[in-house]
């Protein structure tokens, strides 16, 4: 009896993953890797080589509008280019989760 309440167990936690990573709930935020990554498709010219582009967020995103399937976070960045050496600072990036994914909201 209790292997099978741990497959449901399980069954339940596997199910409730999936749906998390495949849908546009936005019940926990994003994490940092997903947001450089979202920042980085913003515009990839800028991040084309990975070597000269130093991505730091400076505030941790944290939620300013929606509820549970259409949250939008607000993140701080700052982008260091090596050569020529130039700082850029991006304040209150909106970041989404459209069709699974972490974007740049526009």
């Not at 990554?37 to 800028?46: I, L, M, N, S, V």
Request: aromatic letters at 10%; charged letters at 25%.
């Amino acid at each position: 009896m209790k292997i099978v309440k741990t497959l449901i167990t399980m069954a339940i936690l596997y199910g409730a993953y999936h749906v998390y990573k495949t849908h546009d709930f936005t019940i926990i935020p994003p994490t940092d890797s997903d947001v450089k990554e979202a920042f980085r498709k913003t515009d990839p010219a800028t991040f084309a080589n990975a070597q000269n582009v130093v991505l730091t967020i400076t505030k941790p995103c944290q939620k300013v509008q929606g509820g549970i399937t259409d949250g939008v976070y607000s993140c701080n960045f700052e982008v260091y280019i090596r050569m020529p050496s130039k700082t850029t600072e991006y304040p209150d990036v909106r970041i989404t989760k459209r069709k699974g994914k972490w974007v740049v909201k526009k």
